[in-house]
Each structure stands twice: as C-alpha cells, then as structure tokens.
C-alpha cells in the first residue's frame, strides 16, 4: 500500500479556501483518476467567488461533505453526488455569492478514448436517494458501481465505484474490489487498519491499495480504530490511455486541446444547464 498526507494550500477562491491535492504522482499510477481536489471553503462576506468556466474531454465528479452549493436551478446539500460529463464540450457554473461554510471533493475523471466526446450529460444522486448499508457497524452510502451488495443508478463511461464508509469503534469487515481497478481510501475522520499486516492510515491520509492484473474480487480487511473511521473509496477501472492535460481540458493530443480552446473561445461551448432533459438524469 501506497500512503500519502495531502497537505493544504491556499486555494482559487481566495483566504477563505483551503485546497488538499489527494491525487499525486501523475496519470500513469492514478488512472482512470486525473485529479481529487478535497476543498473547504469557510466565506465570511457576500462578495461572489468562482463563476463560469469551461470543461471537455473527462468528467468531475461532486461529492459534497458539507454545506450547500449551487444555484436557483439546482443546489447540492450534505451528502449529494453529482458526475458530470463534460465529453465534447461544456460551460460550468459554480458561484458562491453568501457567507458559508462547505467541504467538497471534486473528482476529475478520465473518458475512455472511445467516449472522450461524448454527449455532455449531468447526473444528480441526492443523499436520501443513494443506496445505503448499516449492518453489523458497518455504514455505506453508495454513490457510483456496486459495493456489498448495493448498487447506484447512476450511469458510467469509465466503471468505478464511489461510496462513502463509516466503520463503528473496533468493528472488523471486509469489502471485496474488483483486483484490476485502481483503489484508494481517503480517510475522513478517525483510522483504520487495513490487510493483513494491519496497515494504519490516519485521519488526512490517502491508502492506495496494490494493483492487481486479473478481473476477480480482492479482500479488503478492514478494522476501524478506537474512535472509528470514515473514509470515501474511490476504486475506477484504468483506461489504459494517455492524455494530454491543460487548464480545463483533458484531450488524447496538443492539437485537440487547442481545438477545445478555440471551440470555447467562438462560443461553441454551451452551459450544462441548456442539455435536453433526456441528457439531465435525477435519480
């Protein structure tokens, strides 16, 4: 297992926002995971941050911790998911124009080459929807794949599973992952020992589990610690592609990111909030 402590930084939207890159060390050991960017945001004023922007080539995934964010249209509260595919070419908005307090981890995600310029397509799994588990002091809120035995409706290009998972104070259980899918823990509150060696991993701290060949099931043994644990898992299978990264755009070449800038730039890119209905999925 592969252990790293994200370290906070100043983050864009000004004294108020703190940043953690729980992502590190390139594509090519993270994919099909591009970046995870775990914000707090603690705004004391009404002056608006953040705003329009542009995305193609990937998907963000939302899962907000804490607070609310969004708009007239549509608002995210505690515990909502949101996987936006931004494929051929997207407008974003997030605006925050009040004082509030909010934690988000933002996944950027790889599109298979096949669906790099997929249709844009936004999804919305609220809390009180996703699939849930509480059974001998183990608690999952399920919000993308399959997990012990719950399923989400939710829709994937790239196969991946999103849950977030509290473990009651020194309860033991094992959840099985698919061997060949890369898979990281990033712990919320508390701390687990993970494997047979009893691996600790620490309130802050991202596990990386070892990366199999084979399709068959892994045995993750898991035993929370004295206070507990809460973790979200992340575990996606790798599209085995290269990508070219910049700005806001994630593409296969240098040519295609310049052709996503200049399509954004003549206003070719329309905001999500414009996709049919049918593309606009609320489960």
Not at 20 to 34: E, L, Y
Not at 92 to 100: Q, R, S, V
Not at 107 to 120: G, M
């Amino acid at each position: 297992m592969r252990i790293e402590t994200p370290k906070a930084e100043p983050g864009f939207l000004g004294p108020d926002h703190t940043a953690r890159a729980v992502i590190t060390g390139g594509f090519s050991t993270s994919d099909p995971f591009i970046m995870l960017m775990d914000d707090y945001l603690d705004k004391k004023d009404n002056t608006p941050v953040g705003g329009a922007h542009p995305h193609a080539g990937f998907e963000t995934v939302s899962l907000l911790l804490e607070g609310e964010v969004g708009d007239a249209a549509h608002t995210m509260k505690a515990g909502d998911f949101q996987l936006m595919t931004a494929g051929s070419g997207i407008v974003h908005t997030e605006t925050i124009d009040k004082a509030a307090t909010m934690r988000l981890l933002q996944l950027w995600v790889n599109l298979p080459k096949q669906d790099r310029l997929a249709q844009p397509r936004v999804q919305d799994l609220p809390f009180e929807h996703a699939p849930t588990l509480h059974e001998g002091g183990v608690h999952i809120k399920l919000y993308s794949g399959s997990l012990a035995g719950l399923t989400s409706p939710v829709k994937n290009h790239t196969p991946m599973t999103i849950a977030d998972v509290s473990i009651d104070p020194g309860t033991t259980t094992t959840l099985e992952i698919p061997a060949h899918f890369n898979t990281f823990l990033y712990v919320l509150d508390g701390s687990v020992l993970i494997g047979d060696d009893q691996t600790v991993l620490n309130k802050g701290q991202v596990g990386w589990l070892d990366l199999g060949t084979d399709d068959s099931a892994s045995a993750l043994g898991l035993t929370a610690g004295s206070l507990g644990v809460r973790f979200a898992l992340y575990s996606g299978k790798p599209t085995g592609d290269k990508i070219v990264s910049h700005g806001p755009f994630i593409a296969d070449t240098s040519e295609d990111i310049s052709r996503f800038y200049s399509e954004y730039r003549r206003g070719k890119m329309k905001h999500i909030s414009t996709v049919p209905e049918s593309q606009r999925l609320s489960w």
